[in-house]
């Protein structure tokens, strides 16, 4: 059996199709053997890296509901560096991954992040979980810059929206990329809010990121998933769980034999 990695992309709500990539993919007995998130992707990777089943992740995204989530992200700040503060997200995320580095994961991970003075791509595999985790969902003008060390992270989608070539140099023979850049962006009847204008903003960014890196990176030994989506404003929609996670099960299925072919020869 060839080794399997799983490239997780970005694209906030829209990151929980990824639990039913990952539902598809149990249920055909495929395990990946290395993984890498960008920013809601690196959210979901750990949860698998660390050793959490599909219907485990499915039951966490249920156990918040609409009211809490809202409660949960939006803690407004009053700086010029970002819309919301992003302390109440690290709490959050600290209740499930603790004191958590990497050596203690239980497949090869790796999140991708951005240094924001150099633009230049950031790697992270070691080190505290959290940290790496702030740092990729860090959206630009809604989450501030987070503090790594000596450079100044925000989300790596802005470089690398699905990490294909980060799972082929861990090792990978055969590559899943779940990728969440939409074709259809503009809505005339969107309101264009300064926080949808944010999004709209970034997802031209990504969308160009990953036009580059597709190109680049997605050749015979990759299988690209996109599930269904049909604007960026359904980032925010993460109470819409069963919408998202069976838009992944549907674009997993369409793929699930080429994969298993891939793997076996």
């Known amino acids: 059996m060839k080794k399997i990695g799983l490239a997780l992309g970005g694209g906030g709500a829209r990151g929980l199709a990824h639990i039913g990539v990952l539902k598809i993919m149990e249920e055909a007995f495929l395990r990946p053997d290395y993984i890498a998130g960008t920013s809601m992707g690196a959210l979901v990777g750990a949860f698998l890296a660390q050793g959490q089943t599909s219907k485990e992740m499915e039951e966490i995204a249920h156990s918040f509901e609409r009211k809490k989530i809202l409660k949960m992200v939006f803690d407004f700040s009053m700086s010029r560096k970002s819309i919301i503060r992003g302390k109440k997200i690290r709490t959050e995320l600290e209740k499930f991954f603790n004191d958590i580095t990497f050596a203690d994961l239980k497949i090869p991970f790796k999140v991708v992040a951005c240094d924001v003075y150099s633009g230049e791509e950031v790697v992270i595999g070691d080190g505290p979980l959290v940290d790496a985790l702030i740092a990729s969902i860090s959206v630009p003008g809604i989450f501030p810059p987070f503090e790594f060390g000596d ?37 005339s009847n969107m309101e264009l ?48 769980i069963e919408k998202f996670i069976k838009a992944g099960e549907v674009a997993a299925r369409k793929n699930i034999s080429k994969i298993q072919e891939m793997v076996k020869n």
Request: net charge negative; hydrophobic share 40%.
């Open 151 to 187: 450079r100044v992270l925000i989300d790596g989608g802005v470089v690398n929206p699905t990490p294909i070539d980060i799972v082929k140099e861990m090792g990978a023979e055969v590559v899943l990329g779940i990728d969440f850049i939409t074709k259809d962006k503009r809505d």
């Open 193 to 240: 809010s300064l926080v949808n204008s944010l999004f709209l903003s970034y997802e031209i960014i990504r969308t160009n990121a990953a036009k580059f890196k597709m190109r680049e990176e997605a050749n015979g030994n990759t299988v690209l998933i996109k599930p269904d989506f049909r604007n960026v404003i359904e980032s925010f929609k993460f109470y819409e």
